[in-house]
């Protein structure tokens, strides 16, 4: 046991914090030194004392977490830190500072590579102690192993490291058997209070696939402040690394170096204080500096490389076959058959929310997805791939990159996708379906997937290619309704809406609700038109149906909505309530974003009551700002009052300079909601 013990501490492995438990209560910390069938001893507060085995219940051998490297009293960058703590009245809005976020990526000849992250944290207030201790990591157990190098803090000169007693390993996608694959731990460094200095170090080795080639995007600023970023990149001579750096800012130290037989990349960033909370902000890999790198390669490669696979993977059971054969039976024309595959892929499928990052870039074979009735955003549409091949529809097969994430050309590297789509011409039409959740159409694709880069790998043509970009008529809302305004102020009608897109997908996933869930829900709805308002009746067809349109009407009444005084009568324009709460800040740091053009247009029409005529409307409103625009207006005619109103957002993008604009829009639609109506009696 000493040998072995002393081999430890050479080798520099996590040292064992160990517990014994006697029989008569007692708990004694320190580290097992020898055990045999007659005694165990243990080293504790300097010395060693071995105890009967009657007189232990139980032993609890405890890793400690601390093949520190360097001694943290010779740590250069610890030392700093500790002779010079921040002061909290520098970070006015911060709960701690990352003094040091390091990554260092180490790849080699065989294209296997190791990244190892280390950093050091100060925490500056109360509530900064729980989220800066707190850290995790993930990987794929087959292509990956990862492990805690060290973790430690440093309190009043008292330094803690961390035990497995501390960490946690298990599946974030446990309630999906097929996919539950991705292994994350989950840990907290022990003893912090406010002034600690936290240190902590973790790694994870992957190897070299086809279908898991080098890849990585390292971001330098987060929600809390950085004092200095480094990214670390050693490459073997004889591979070439490609990067791309994204939104990097002034000042940022680049370098490239040769030594020992590897180009060595270094990128260090300063002094980056934290992000704010914005309404509308981009996804955070879209807008966070960042370098993204990648081995060197081309379109055609990635394709070439992936092509076969996937055909391998084009398993067509003849259960398979029939099930398209009767899919497509009595349809007239590629369109028809199309969507009855994609409506039954959609449907029976059901949709697992596993990335390919957590999962794999590579699908499952057609028919076990087939079999499971179950498939993610890459095996879905591979398994409607084999569908429509099956009904002889000659489709081709794509990786696409969501809106979540940037694209750049320059990286060619399956890993850079995140979903799969079918491409298809029917009819004389150019189809991209992507079958995920059952409550969109064959024609409406993701929000996130519109106007993107994909990848065709099984087809013909250029690799890389745009997915359509959908207006805002196609991710619309056209509604509809009559009111009736009676002598005493009390509001009664229908109303009904059209939807597309986004807005008919959002409203069709009701299908899955509990007739009391939706009564309550929709009675929701009508209160949010006026408080006073009470649902009398409505109708949602169609909402499981995807070969039809969704169609929306209620009708309802509200006593008492419109104020009376004396010969006057005042209201408000039912459902119009525009606010500006997302434009509230005086400037913006982020861009505003959204992840589709829409459009909502309305047309309402009240019937006054008679011997009422109207005295006051507001003024026609019609403002174009930062690529949005709203127009407005009343008209009467015959006893009754129309209003119109239509809200475009064309531009999905904008910028920090252009926000006043759009503060100024926002402003515009708000005080004109809060105009009132006034009718004069005769």
């Known amino acids: 046991m000493k040998i072995f013990l002393l081999y430890l501490l050479l080798t520099g492995a996590p040292a064992r914090a160990d517990i014994l438990y006697l029989n008569k209560g007692d708990e004694i910390n320190g580290l097992v030194t020898a055990m045999d069938a007659g005694s165990v001893t243990i080293s504790a507060a300097g010395k060693e004392t071995s105890y009967a085995r009657g007189e232990v ?75 800066a201790a707190y850290r995790s990591y993930s990987f794929l157990p087959g292509l990956e192993t990862a492990g805690i190098n060290y973790a430690y803090s440093i309190t009043d000169s008292t330094v803690s490291y961390l035990n497995d007693i501390s960490v946690m390993e298990g599946s974030p996608y446990m309630n999906y058997p097929s ?34 080639p080098f890849f990585a995007e390292v971001p330098f600023r987060f929600s809390e ?71 060197a390669s081309s379109w055609e490669e990635v394709r070439a490389v992936m092509a076969p696979l996937l055909r391998e993977r084009l398993v067509i059971t003849p259960a398979m076959k029939a099930k398209a054969a009767e899919l497509v039976s009595g349809k007239t024309g590629a369109l028809q058959k199309a969507e009855a595959l994609y409506n039954w892929t959609v449907k029976e499928i059901k949709f697992q929310p596993v990335d390919m990052a957590e999962y794999s870039y590579l699908p499952k074979p057609a028919d076990e997805t087939f079999s499971a009735k ?68 064959y024609f409406e694709l993701q929000p996130e997937l519109q106007g993107v ?53 959002s409203m069709r996933s009701y299908k899955d ?44 009444n509200a006593q008492g909505y419109a104020m009376k005084a004396g010969r006057y009568m005042i209201f408000k324009v039912p459902g119009l309530d525009y606010t500006s709460s997302d434009a509230a800040q005086t400037e913006r740091e982020l861009p505003l974003f959204w992840y589709s053009r829409s459009r909502n247009s309305r047309k309402l029409t009240i019937t006054l009551p008679e011997g009422y005529r109207l005295y006051h409307a507001p003024k026609d409103l019609d403002i174009k700002l930062a690529g949005q625009s709203y127009s407005a207006g009343f008209r009467t005619s015959a006893g009754k009052l129309t209003f119109a109103d239509d809200l475009k957002m064309d531009n999905t993008w904008v910028d920090p300079a252009v926000y006043p604009q759009y503060k100024a829009f926002r402003e515009a639609l708000a005080q004109f909601s809060e105009n009132w109506v006034v009718l004069e009696k005769n």
């Open 179 to 212: 996919y539950d694959r991705l292994r994350l731990a989950k840990y907290a460094i022990p003893n912090v209070q406010t002034g600690s200095t936290l240190v902590y170090s973790s790694s994870y080795s992957a190897v070299h696939s086809p279908e898991y």
């Open 453 to 505: 880069k994909a990848l065709r790998v099984l087809g013909s043509g250029e690799p890389l290619f745009d997915n359509p970009d959908h207006s805002s008529d196609q991710e619309s809302e056209t509604s509809s309704a009559r009111y009736i305004l009676d002598k005493d102020g009390n509001l009664s009608g229908s109303y009904s809406s059209r939807m597309t897109g986004s807005f008919q997908a």
């Open 374 to 441: 179950a498939g993610n955003a890459l095996d879905k549409p591979f398994l409607l791939y084999a569908l429509l091949d099956a009904a002889g529809l000659k489709p081709e097969f794509a990786y696409a990159r969501s809106k979540d994430a940037p694209f750049t050309e320059k990286l060619p590297n399956i890993r850079r996708f995140d979903r799969a789509e079918c491409l298809l011409t029917a009819d004389g039409k150019e189809l991209v379906l992507s079958p995920a959740e059952d409550t969109r159409r």
């Open 513 to 556: 609700y509990k007739k009391e869930d939706l009564d309550r829900d929709m009675e929701q709805y009508v209160h949010s038109i006026h408080p006073l308002a009470r649902l009398k009746s409505y109708t949602l067809k169609n909402l499981g149906d995807l070969s039809k349109n969704l169609e929306f009407v209620f009708s309802m």
């Open 225 to 295: 402040p950085v004092k200095t970023a480094r990214l670390v990149v050693t490459v073997p001579d004889g591979l070439e690394l490609s990067y791309q750096e994204l939104n990097l800012p002034k000042g940022t130290v680049f370098s490239k170096t040769s030594k020992d037989g590897n180009s060595v990349y270094v990128w260090e960033v300063s002094d980056l204080p934290s992000y704010r909370q914005e309404p509308h902000s981009p996804p955070f890999m879209r807008y966070v500096p960042q370098v993204a790198l990648s081995l």
């Open 57 to 131: 219940m139980k032993i609890q051998f405890v890793k400690e977490y601390s093949a520190v490297p360097v001694p943290p009293q010779e740590d250069p960058a610890i030392q700093r830190l500790l002779a010079a703590p921040p002061k909290p009245a520098d970070y006015p809005n911060d709960g701690y500072l990352t003094w040091l976020d390091e990554t260092a990526i180490d790849i080699r000849p065989d294209k296997t590579w190791t990244v190892t992250r280390r950093g050091i944290r100060s925490v500056l207030r109360e509530r900064g102690k729980s989220p």
